[in-house]
Structures are given as C-alpha cells and as structure tokens.
C-alpha cells in the first residue's frame, strides 16, 4: 500500500510539472 501511494504521489506530481510547462508555454507571447 505505501508502495503505491508512493508511485502515486510521482505520477502526480509529474503530472503536474507537465501541466505547469504547458501553461508557462502557453502563456508566452508568440
């Protein structure tokens, strides 16, 4: 079970650091 919330916790939080860069390119001017 630890195991998994840690695998968890690293798909989320690389999911996030995605979506972050995705919405600092998008907020560059073109």
Do not use: D
């Not at 079970?1 to 073109?30: D, E, I, Q, Y």
Request: charge should be positive; hydrophobic fraction near 55%; aromatic fraction near 14%.
């Amino acid at each position: 079970m630890t195991h998994n919330a840690w695998l968890f916790c690293c798909a989320l939080s690389l999911v996030f650091k995605v979506v972050r860069g995705g919405f600092g390119v998008a907020l560059l001017p073109p």
